[in-house]
């Protein structure tokens, strides 16, 4: 069954709604500011917006911090989060506007938030970390499917998934290609992990790790030497430092 196009086009109907009526509420309010529930309203209004600037300020504070001292600040992992998630589609729309490239963004992004997780030193059991790949890993031309069972893979050596699949022999973790985003969702819901070690292109693992958040996932960016999404590569000592970092609660 196809979904229903009046379903996205009611939903911005009533967005718009929204706005319309929270704009039309601040111009009332401040044409009628000498009434006494006028000024409470607008007071409140006011308040609850200072409120939401400082969360994002002490979250930009909070990032700043935990990079200058790798070491996690505890009290401000919420307003860390609120600040990333209200201002990351903020950031890309104005690197567009002054014509920085979206992928320098959100590699950005991604070393920003791996530098946020090894600061809260994760100690995990090997069995509750997934490391999750994408299936472009493979050799376009492999005949062998692996997508459904990783285990399938011979090991000839002609993309990465053997020495994946050894890594995470060697450490006990759980290994899972995806074909996309959908399944990687799929495989973290069945799989509940504690942490993650997620290769993707910059695109996904931006989307993967807001997604998911707050489930600490360390990004690895793959190599496309061949063009996005075709026999793509990965370095396989950041892999393993990765594995190693949640094995041993960075140390």
């Known amino acids: 069954m196809y979904p229903k196009k009046r379903l996205f086009v009611g939903l911005i109907c009533l967005s718009l709604l929204v706005v319309l009526l929270l704009v039309g509420l601040v111009w ?3 044409l009628n500011r000498f009434s006494l529930i006028n000024q409470i309203l607008l007071l409140s209004v006011g308040s609850l917006f200072l409120i939401l600037l400082g969360m994002v300020a002490f979250g930009i504070g909070g990032i700043v911090l935990t990079i200058w ?3 996690s600040i505890p009290p401000l992992q919420s307003p860390i989060r609120i600040a990333t998630n209200l201002l990351f589609p903020i950031a890309l729309y104005l690197g567009r506007l002054i014509n920085i490239d979206r992928d320098l963004i959100r590699s950005s992004f991604i070393e920003v938030n791996n530098q946020l997780v090894r600061a809260r030193k994760y100690l995990v ?4 970390v997934l490391l999750l790949t994408p299936h472009c890993l493979q050799k376009a031309d492999c005949p062998i499917k692996i997508t459904n069972n990783v285990q399938n893979c011979k090991r000839c050596g002609g993309c990465s998934i053997g020495s994946l699949l050894e890594l995470t022999e060697r450490y006990g973790v759980k290994l899972a290609v995806a074909t996309g985003g959908t399944f990687a969702r799929k495989f973290i819901k069945d799989y509940r992990p ?5 290769i993707a292109c910059e695109r996904d693992l931006t989307s993967g790790i807001q997604d998911i958040n707050p489930l600490p996932v360390v990004g690895i960016i793959n190599e496309r030497p061949q063009g996005p999404c075709f026999n793509t590569q990965v370095n396989l000592n950041r892999v393993e430092n990765a594995i190693q970092y949640f094995l041993k609660g960075g140390d």
């Not at 059991?125 to 509750?128: I, M």
């Not at 504690?194 to 997620?198: E, I, M, W």
């Open 28 to 30: 009332y309010l401040a």
């Open 69 to 71: 001292l790798a070491r």
């Open 125 to 128: 059991s090997p069995g509750k």
């Open 194 to 198: 504690q942490a993650v070690v997620a």
